[in-house]
């Protein structure tokens, strides 16, 4: 399997702050890489796929970038409903390997 | 809208058989256009891939399950199931059920359930 690694493991941030998640992959997956919002006791939520593709009904101020090994998942001014937890997953197998997650805690 | 959820026991004893079930609602589980698919996530750990079916194309399991894991239609076109075998206390997690679709190659998960505990134990 490929290994998915995202940093930092969690971050505090306020309302309107500029946040960025990494995720580094094991191998080289081109943009086979997507991104969900998990907040606990809901549903996880699809925010991108193909490495920056947004989602349907998700707002623009989430992004995503990177090919290869290296991606990013950009909020550009959090809000209230932004804080949860970030999973990024490999589709390059058929695994489906998923990151360890990101908590994005308020400050 | 699709609106899935998971529906089962939430207590099993060790070497006996999980069962769980997805109601989808506002889609087919007959939709060839998409899989449908289980992930686990153990308390304090990461999510897992447990596998996916398709009434049209070919199923696939996590090799550290496969075996022991079967997901499948039911009866009704609006649900499908988990069954996994011999279970341990390792296999207590909360389960997500999923739709899967792809673009271009790349599959990405776009509607989930909210997920429910099941706990392993005697």
């Known amino acids: 399997d490929i290994q998915m690694t995202q940093s930092p493991s969690s971050l505090s941030a306020s309302v309107g702050d500029r946040v960025t998640i990494t995720c580094r992959a094991g191998?080289?997956?081109?943009?086979?890489l997507n991104w969900y919002q998990h907040i606990p006791g809901k549903a996880p939520k699809l925010l991108i796929y193909?490495?920056?593709t947004l989602q349907r009904g998700v707002p623009s101020r989430f992004s995503g970038s990177g090919s290869g090994t290296d991606f990013t998942l950009t909020i550009s001014s959090l809000q209230p409903e932004d804080f949860a937890i970030y999973y990024c997953q490999e589709t390059f197998t058929n695994a489906l390997t998923f990151g360890g997650g990101t908590t994005v805690e308020i400050k | 809208q699709v609106h899935l959820q998971e529906s089962g026991p939430g207590l099993v004893k060790p070497s006996q058989t999980l069962s769980l079930t997805c109601a989808v609602s506002g889609d087919s589980v007959n939709n060839g256009a998409f899989y449908w698919s289980w992930i686990r996530q153990p308390a304090g750990k990461g999510l897992e891939y447990i596998g996916r079916?398709?009434?049209?194309?070919?199923?696939y399991y996590n090799p550290s399950l496969e075996g022991r894991v079967t997901i499948s239609a039911d009866t009704s076109d609006s649900r499908f199931s988990l069954t996994l075998r011999s279970v341990i206390v390792a296999d207590t997690a909360v389960y997500y059920c999923?739709?899967?679709?792809?673009?271009?190659?790349?599959?990405?998960?776009?509607?989930w359930g909210p997920g429910m505990l099941v706990t392993v134990s005697s």
């Open positions: 079916f398709s009434k049209t194309g070919s199923d």
């Open positions: 193909a490495a920056s």
């Open positions: 999923a739709r899967v679709g792809q673009y271009h190659g790349n599959w990405y998960f776009d509607y």
């Open positions: 191998q080289t997956i081109s943009i086979y």
